[in-house]
């Protein structure tokens, strides 16, 4: 079962999408507008958004690209307007697909359905890990919590790839500092907790994830 945010101010619209994408067994949340939109992607998390162009408050275009900020999630953007321009400005701005209404609701959702298997498609060829919202994607170098990415130091990045890589293994004070800092470190063990104590904070929710171990290092764990 995927997440659907659905975006349109025809309340018809979003019936019929609601309607299909919850045959098919997704859960389907509604927006009336791009601002409304806007507001719902900032607190929740979906798999992916269906964006009507045309709507009061904020269009769809300008809402994408407002999303694009703070988000990947993949957008499927509808629209009355079938002109070449309009498509080529969607893609501009980052959608994933472009429907013309009037449009099936089968194909809709089969068109759904093809970004969320790319989605993951994606994922397995990328060295990715997640964990309910958080995320790191080793290959990108780069860890998101809801949807936001948060910028950590280089040593910071080091040291969470490490112990992820490795979760569920208790990882002594040496190995840790022979690993991240490197054979050749000679420094004191305060230097890797003030990295521990760094990057908890940077993980906010997730920061219960490293555990220390006493007398004997740190290990990180999930609840699977």
């Not at 769809?60 to 079938?82: D, H, Q, W, Y």
């Not at 970004?115 to 994607?137: A, H, M, V």
Request: with cysteine; proline share 3%.
């Amino acid at each position: 079962m995927f997440k659907i945010l659905v975006v349109d101010d025809e309340p018809k619209i979003r019936e019929l999408i609601v309607k299909y994408g919850k045959f098919d067994g997704h859960e389907v949340v509604e927006a009336e507008n791009g601002l409304d939109a806007l507001n719902k992607v900032k607190n929740e998390n979906f798999d992916v958004i269906v964006m009507d162009v045309m709507m009061p408050e904020l269009d769809g275009f300008t809402a994408v690209k407002e999303i694009r900020k703070f988000s990947n999630t993949p957008v499927l953007m509808l629209s009355a307007r079938g002109e070449e321009y309009d498509k080529i400005h969607g893609f501009e701005v980052g959608i994933d697909d472009y429907v013309v209404k009037p449009f099936s609701p089968k194909e809709l959702m089969m068109r759904i359905e093809a970004i969320l298997r790319r989605g993951k498609s994606l994922e397995t060829e990328r060295d990715i890990f997640t964990y309910n919202g958080l995320k790191i994607d080793f290959t990108a170098r780069s860890v998101f919590i809801d949807d936001h990415e948060i910028q950590l130091f280089p040593r910071e990045y080091d040291l969470l790839f490490y112990m992820v890589k490795n979760k569920g293994i208790a990882l002594t004070r040496e190995k840790l500092l022979n690993k991240v800092w490197g054979y050749d470190y000679f420094g004191n063990d305060r230097t890797l907790d003030t990295h521990v104590k760094l990057l908890r904070k940077s993980l906010g929710n997730y920061a219960d994830c490293i555990k220390t171990l006493r007398g004997v290092g740190y290990r990180f764990e999930i609840n699977e």
